[in-house]
């Protein structure tokens, strides 16, 4: 059963950082798309960041230069670097794999094949 399992979350004032990490169990990353996507109470679902199956990563326009994805491959594990957080970065994240990446733009009516609960970014001004 595939299982995806995010931490790392927490509370940082404006300009602070974080970095989550995402923990895949029962299946390989190399072989799906994945990412983070965020929602914030009242607004939309939208993809932060991903990595795809050929290496090349993706970021929302919002989080270039700010964010930093990555993984481990070896640990089966899923990072994000969050640099510079602002008060509009506040959101539960969640962690996502899917063999495609049409996800990526599904996010306001659909979720992908696997997703995690989340874990919480609260950033304070």
């Known amino acids: 059963q595939v299982q995806l399992v995010e931490s790392g979350g927490g509370s940082v004032q404006s300009g602070g950082s974080l970095r989550l990490s995402c923990a895949g169990f029962g299946y390989t990353y190399r072989r799906y798309s994945v990412g983070w996507f965020r929602q914030a109470p009242g607004k939309e679902r939208g993809g932060v960041a991903r990595?795809?199956?050929?290496?090349?990563?993706i970021y929302a326009d919002s989080v270039k230069g700010r964010f930093i994805v990555s993984q481990d491959n070896a640990k089966n594990t899923l990072y994000l670097q969050m640099n510079s957080l602002r008060p509009e970065d506040m959101a539960m994240y969640h962690c996502a794999a899917d063999p495609g990446t049409k996800w990526w733009v599904l996010l306001y009516r659909a979720l992908p094949q696997y997703w995690g609960r989340g874990t919480q970014v609260t950033v304070s001004p």
């Open positions: 990595i795809d199956t050929d290496g090349r990563t």
